[in-house]
DNA sequence: CACTTTTTTTAGAATCATTATAAAGTAGAA
DNA sequence: TTCTACTTTATAATGATTCTAAAAAAAGTG
């Protein structure tokens, strides 16, 4: 299987399920953007069976940790993941409440002109809102 | 009173409590950022006594719809809200948990190069995040 | 293989920010 | 003042996330 190495590499043992987790998020032609009942839903029409939320919530931190997968910042109830660990950004279709990749091409370059004293920038994400 | 204006402007009532909220959101050198809770406790300590929970929802919510305050995209379980309604960015301080302005220039231009079929851009945030 | 130890999964409970409810209070109009 | 609509409040409900502790699975040992 192929996702056992990427596990062990994290230090995660590969269960059972822990792999279909990682077959739902990584298995995929395109990255996507989730919460984690989203996650959870995908995965019981896939199984006809469910793997418990704790389980999920646990592994997608763990993945979270690892880099395996980006938390991204928006204003929501629920707290949205991204596949794509890639240096990129976000539209946000107010309307439609959906989340749409802007490769990094997709933005000029970025300049920060300030900066702070003994901090150094670990990322810089641009969220652009849409409406109609 | 000096927020009545502002109040009546927004179809909201002058109420003691509201005014209150003004005056601790508006009535300050600098703008801030702040949560739900820090803003109640900030009240409560002015005023030894408290504005309901309820009550302090409904009207930074009211403001937010009229612009005199903006929410800031961030994963974090409680929502921040900022006072500083012009277009600008943050620092998130990740050690610190704490955001810092960005002036909109000491930020280079952004441009957005991909566009979406009748949507419109309703605002470009910029949060970069930082760490020791 | 047995048997023990460690890790993982799970259902369900706890937490906590936010929203809803509905009764009591208040502001503004007449 | 009186009437009515709006507002505040305490409290309950909701819902995402985290915690817990017992059962299950995996790993280690000889
Ligand atoms: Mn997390
Ligand atoms: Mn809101
Ligand atoms: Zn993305
Ligand atoms: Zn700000």
């Known amino acids: 299987m192929k996702y056992i190495e990427k596990l062990r590499n994290s230090g995660l043992r590969p269960t059972k399920q822990r792999l279909k987790i990682c077959e739902v998020l990584f298995d995929t032609e395109k ?29 997608v931190h763990a993945f979270e940790k690892k880099g395996y997968l980006k938390q991204i910042p928006i204003n929501s109830n629920q707290t949205y993941f991204d596949t794509n660990v890639s240096d990129h950004h976000h539209f946000y279709d107010l309307n439609e409440q959906k989340l749409i990749d802007l490769e990094n ?8 002109l300030k900066k702070i004293e003994g901090k150094k920038i670990k990322s810089v994400e641009v969220l652009v809102k849409l409406e109609d």
């Open 31 to 59: 990255t996507f953007h989730f919460t984690i009942n989203d996650l959870s839903n995908k995965i019981k029409k896939q199984l006809n069976n469910k793997i418990s939320l704790a389980t999920i919530y646990n592994t």
């Open 105 to 112: 091409s997709d933005v000029g370059p970025i300049k920060i």
